[in-house]
């Protein structure tokens, strides 16, 4: 992931950090490249757009052009960007869950079908389970964890929950698709607070697009279980679409983040570059493998280090 982003931005820092005086014509320069940088890995144009702005403002900017060593400085001013495109001004517990609550802290799991919301709803029991959540910055510890699916229009959807609940080992909630998602959310609250769970994670049914139908039950399933953290669960490869469903769910429930799946699949990466800003939820994890394990939480910070070398 972020393959030839890392190539290309790395090259530009280095040339631009090694220059002893910024002009007119190297910055322009050196702006150009970023801004087809981030093009070529396939971040939305206005979010492009408004980086290159933010940098250029920047650049001109006393702080840059009266440093002693204003390449340096200009790539810091260029980190600094990236990391608040990715989140990262939204603080540092912004990529954290909350699971500040009464417990069972609840969390709802939202998505179109395929995105990967199972498989990521196995992922976040197992990482609760074992304590490696972060809290704080620091691991939150051990935790009971109860998953349950509301997804009673796919058999199998159900019957895969289970497997993963078993592989992680988490306890799973029966359900059953004779039930109403309401029913089912309802019994689940009432079994996780009667045997002590301190995590109660709700898999929802996905659609192939957005429908009303959907949203409606979602929203209805939003209100009954008062989650803490209500996580939108999108596959990177989709794109600058993914972007755009993350956008129309975001307006129509109030999300606390996103999790985007299958980064490990999508070299360029340009929708985890952009969903922050487009919807202005924080990207909180990201998928990395198909395997249980192939979760991490995503640290706006340390990705923009990665990515500028
Ligand atoms: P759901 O319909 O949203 O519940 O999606 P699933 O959890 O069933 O996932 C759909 C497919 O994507 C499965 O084959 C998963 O193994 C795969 N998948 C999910 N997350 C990732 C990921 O981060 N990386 C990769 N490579 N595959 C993933």
Same mark, same amino acid.
């Given at each position: 992931m972020f393959d030839n982003l890392?190539?290309?931005?790395?090259?530009?820092?280095?040339?631009?950090? !090694?220059?002893?005086?910024?002009?007119? +014509? %190297?910055?322009?320069?050196?702006?150009?490249?970023?801004?087809?940088?981030?093009?070529? $890995?396939?971040?939305?144009?206005?979010?492009?757009?408004?980086?290159?702005?933010?940098v250029k403002e920047k650049a001109l900017g006393e702080e840059v052009a009266g440093s002693l060593s204003p390449g340096q400085a200009l790539v810091g001013v260029v980190h600094e960007e990236l990391t608040a495109l990715?989140?990262?001004? #939204?603080?540092a517990q912004a990529s954290e869950l909350s699971l500040a609550t009464q417990?069972?802290?609840?969390?709802?799991?939202?998505? #179109?079908?395929? $995105? !990967?919301k199972t498989t990521t709803t196995g992922k976040l029991a197992k990482l609760i389970n074992a304590g490696d959540l972060l809290q704080n910055g620091r691991k939150a510890g051990r935790k009971k964890v109860l998953v349950v699916s509301a997804d009673v229009y796919r058999p199998a959807a159900i019957e895969q929950l289970k497997t993963v609940a078993a592989q992680v080992g988490v306890d799973?909630?029966?359900? &059953?698709?004779? =039930?109403?998602?309401? &029913?089912? $959310?309802?019994?689940a609250i009432d079994h996780a607070k009667r045997h002590h769970y301190d995590v109660l994670l709700v898999d929802t049914a996905g659609r192939l697009g957005i429908d009303e139908a959907m949203m409606a039950e979602i929203s209805m399933l939003h209100e009954v279980l008062k989650?803490?953290?209500?996580?939108? *669960?999108? &596959?990177?490869? =989709?794109? =600058? &679409? $993914? *972007? %755009?469903? +993350?956008?129309?769910?975001?307006?129509?429930?109030?999300l606390t983040g996103v999790v985007m799946t299958k980064l490990d699949g999508d070299a360029r990466g340009g929708a985890a570059l952009s969903v922050r800003h487009i919807t202005g939820k924080p990207l909180k994890f990201i998928g990395v493998s198909e395997k249980l394990d192939g979760l991490e939480a995503f640290h706006p910070e340390r990705m923009a280090q990665r990515v500028l070398g």
């Amino acid at each position: 992931m972020f393959d030839n982003l890392t190539n290309r931005l790395s090259r530009v820092m280095k040339t631009i950090r !090694g220059e002893a005086r910024l002009t007119e +014509a %190297n910055t322009q320069e050196m702006l150009r490249e970023v801004r087809l940088a981030l093009l070529e $890995a396939d971040v939305s144009l206005p979010v492009v757009r408004e980086f290159v702005a933010r940098v250029k403002e920047k650049a001109l900017g006393e702080e840059v052009a009266g440093s002693l060593s204003p390449g340096q400085a200009l790539v810091g001013v260029v980190h600094e960007e990236l990391t608040a495109l990715m989140g990262g001004d #939204l603080g540092a517990q912004a990529s954290e869950l909350s699971l500040a609550t009464q417990p069972p802290a609840i969390i709802l799991m939202a998505g #179109l079908q395929g $995105a !990967g919301k199972t498989t990521t709803t196995g992922k976040l029991a197992k990482l609760i389970n074992a304590g490696d959540l972060l809290q704080n910055g620091r691991k939150a510890g051990r935790k009971k964890v109860l998953v349950v699916s509301a997804d009673v229009y796919r058999p199998a959807a159900i019957e895969q929950l289970k497997t993963v609940a078993a592989q992680v080992g988490v306890d799973f909630f029966p359900s &059953d698709i004779s =039930q109403k998602p309401r &029913d089912i $959310a309802l019994a689940a609250i009432d079994h996780a607070k009667r045997h002590h769970y301190d995590v109660l994670l709700v898999d929802t049914a996905g659609r192939l697009g957005i429908d009303e139908a959907m949203m409606a039950e979602i929203s209805m399933l939003h209100e009954v279980l008062k989650p803490i953290e209500t996580l939108f *669960v999108v &596959d990177a490869m =989709q794109g =600058q &679409d $993914a *972007v %755009n469903v +993350a956008k129309a769910f975001s307006e129509a429930l109030p999300l606390t983040g996103v999790v985007m799946t299958k980064l490990d699949g999508d070299a360029r990466g340009g929708a985890a570059l952009s969903v922050r800003h487009i919807t202005g939820k924080p990207l909180k994890f990201i998928g990395v493998s198909e395997k249980l394990d192939g979760l991490e939480a995503f640290h706006p910070e340390r990705m923009a280090q990665r990515v500028l070398g």
